[in-house]
Nanobody, 122 residues
């Protein structure tokens, strides 16, 4: 599975951006996808996830009500609509895909994109 992010950039506080993550390869094996972010000097943190089956979503408290994760199965693409952006949202955003593997025993394998920079100016 290959993941390619796009849509990052520079935006003023209060503005919006939409990130995209295009998946290719054996996408049928993906159980869930998500967005993570990493700010300078900080650990990578989970932003939002969406499951492949029923489309259940999860959001970190810091983005709840401002960000929306979605997917287009026909295009094998996941999105993150980011509204009311704040300077503290500045980070490199990474696309993640989780594959359930069954051999030798069931376990989850993570794929990562290369990341896209989001910078929010005050």
């Amino acid at each position: 599975v290959q993941l390619v992010e796009s849509g990052g950039g520079l935006v003023q506080a209060g503005g919006s951006l939409r990130l995209s993550c295009a998946a290719s390869g054996s996408t049928f094996s993906i159980n869930a996808m998500g967005w993570y972010r990493q700010a300078p000097g900080k650990q990578r943190e989970l932003v939002a996830t969406i499951t492949s089956g029923n489309g259940n979503t999860y959001y970190a408290d810091s983005v709840k009500g401002r960000f929306t994760i979605s997917r287009d199965n026909a295009k094998n693409t996941m999105y993150l609509q980011m509204n009311s952006l704040k300077p503290e949202d500045t980070a490199v955003y990474y696309c993640n895909a989780v594959e359930l593997r069954m051999i030798p025993n069931p376990y989850e394998y993570d794929y990562w994109g290369q990341g896209t920079q989001v910078t929010v100016s005050s």
